[in-house]
């Protein structure tokens, strides 16, 4: 059974799905779809296109779908608006923005949790269990992979990658790239592997001790890229978290981030 508050204002195109909570002084405007069970809290604010999956809960005062923050677009200009998978967790004050382009909406995959004050660019793309922490920002058109960790005030610059189950530590702003599994920290410093989320997330010991030997021989020394991407390939050949470290660098379009060549990080990383 749906269930929507007198005082909220539901677009005559909104199309709902089982078991929809709509609290009160929430605002639906445009095409607006919501899957089985998806519960606004109050004070919601919702503009389509976009569509939300099933189980997703979202808190006051988030803004989800308004237009781009892109100079080039022009409020009623075609978009695909924005997409959010199922079992979401959006908290206050997050926003996410619609696209810039018609054919390709800014998308969240399932399970993504958006801490206070958080904000994911126009166009960005957002993999499974990633985690936004409070005020942290995505910009346009980047790519988060999946689980992975964005910490409080953290900034990502757009068209930039952070690779699954990568964490990015507090205030730090990453313009390069960093690659999966790994932690990055201040401006574009590589400190080394997220050993805490590999193993919390059942990865065996023999690839993170993979994984461990391939970063040392091909991250940590300060070469080429065409050098580090030969080690990495040819290690790739045993290990599956190698192979899709190594991909990863091979279709990087910015730079990456660098190392950190001193004690304390080694310590860190390893």
Partial sequence: MTTIHPTSSI???????????????????????????????GNVQLQGPISIGAGTRVYPYACLGFDPQDCKFTPGDPTAGVEIGANCVIREYAT?????????????????????????????????????????????????????????????????RIGRLAFVSGAGFMSCELPPFCTGYGRNQLAGLNLVG??????????IDALRSAFRAAMWPLM???????????????????????????????????????????????
């Fill in 11 to 41: 677009s005559s195109r909104s199309q709902f799905g089982d078991g929809v909570t709509v609290g009160p002084s929430c605002t639906l405007t445009g095409d607006v779809r919501l899957g089985d069970g998806v519960r606004l809290i």
């Fill in 198 to 207: 590999l193993r919390r997330s059942g990865i065996c010991r023999e690839e």
């Fill in 96 to 160: 996410v923005h619609a696209a810039t382009r018609a054919d390709r909406p800014t998308r969240l995959a399932d399970g993504v949790y958006m801490m206070v004050n958080s904000h994911i660019g126009h166009d960005a793309q957002v993999g499974a269990g990633a985690m936004l922490v409070n005020g942290s920002n995505v910009g346009g058109h980047a790519e988060i992979g999946e689980k992975a960790t964005l910490s409080g005030c953290a900034g990502i610059h757009q068209f930039n």
């Fill in 224 to 270: 080429m890229r065409a050098e580090r991407q030969e080690i990495l390939d040819e290690a790739a050949h045993g290990s599956a978290l190698v192979a899709e470290f190594a991909l990863f660098v091979s279709k990087a379009k910015r730079p990456l981030c660098e190392a950190a060549r001193n004690g304390a990080a080694e310590e860190h990383a390893f």
